[in-house]
């Protein structure tokens, strides 16, 4: 029962890795074409194809880890919990196909798109200096952070499988002086997940107007909701008004009839 725990565990967080990535590809797309096609592609970028293409990315990265359910865990260097430890010929293959699918080609497309959309926006006459700037930062923002949590884990995932194949009769002390490094980058691979949505809420001014329209909204609701379950808040903000008028008029009263007596 508890290798179905450390399958179902590992399936989910590598399909979490490589749809964060593949989703993160076609977010740079998109902000290529509204940027460097942006009257070719009016009209075609919608919410209907984006959630169609969103869907098939889960299928499909989904279907590629399915197969991680019915394959043989033997462990002979060192006992983990979804990760086979030594590689086997097939996950050495597989692991050349997640390093050019998975990093490679996506990391390729993000420079690709990035670079354009700055060749595009330093020509543009329409953008102030600030927004170049800004957009000029995010690009290289998104190409550092995916280069710190994902290229670390996929060039130990490289070494791992091109070591393998060259001493596949003795591979476990190169494995139990890596794994503890792999584990590191692995986890840092989740990193992304919190890094990139910040990056374009601080990058996007409707995405932060939202955001600020959304707390002020739950600001509102809470404050109302509070006042419907303690109906006496209200009378005490009005009470707390007429007892302040109250005292000054007393005050100035006081006041009024000692100079009377001087």
């Known amino acids: 029962m508890d290798k179905i725990y450390c399958k179902i565990t590992g399936f989910i967080f590598f399909c979490n890795i490589y749809i964060s990535i593949l989703l993160l590809c076609c977010i740079s797309v998109d902000r290529y074409l509204a940027l460097v096609y942006a009257l ?19 299928a499909v990265v989904a279907g590629v880890h399915i197969p991680v359910f019915f394959m043989e865990d033997n462990q002979n260097c060192t006992q983990t919990c979804f990760e086979t430890v030594p590689l086997t010929v097939l996950l050495a293959s597989f692991s050349f196909a997640r390093f050019l699918v998975g990093f490679a080609i996506p990391f390729t497309i993000l420079i690709f798109t990035n670079y354009k959309i700055f060749q595009n926006i330093k020509r543009s ?102 006042s419907s379950i303690d109906p006496n808040i209200e009378s005490r903000k009005l009470e707390i008004p007429l007892k302040e008028s109250k005292e000054r008029g007393q005050k100035e009263e006081n006041k009024e009839i000692k100079d009377s007596s001087d």
């Open 40 to 58: 070719e592609s009016r009209g075609r970028r919608e919410r209907k194809p984006a959630i169609i293409i969103v869907c098939v990315l889960f």
């Open 125 to 226: 006459d329409i953008l102030t200096c600030r927004q170049k700037t800004k957009v000029k930062y995010v690009a290289i923002a998104i190409i550092v952070i995916f280069l710190i949590c994902f290229a670390p884990y996929h060039v130990v995932l490289v070494i791992r499988a091109i070591y393998f194949l060259l001493h596949q009769d003795c591979p476990c002390p190169f494995e139990n002086k890596i794994y503890p490094v792999f584990t590191v980058f692995l986890c840092l691979g989740t990193a992304n997940g919190v890094a990139d949505p910040i990056i374009y809420v601080l990058a996007s001014e409707n995405i932060r107007e939202d955001c600020y329209r959304s707390l002020r909204r739950l600001r509102w609701n809470s404050s109302k909701l509070n």
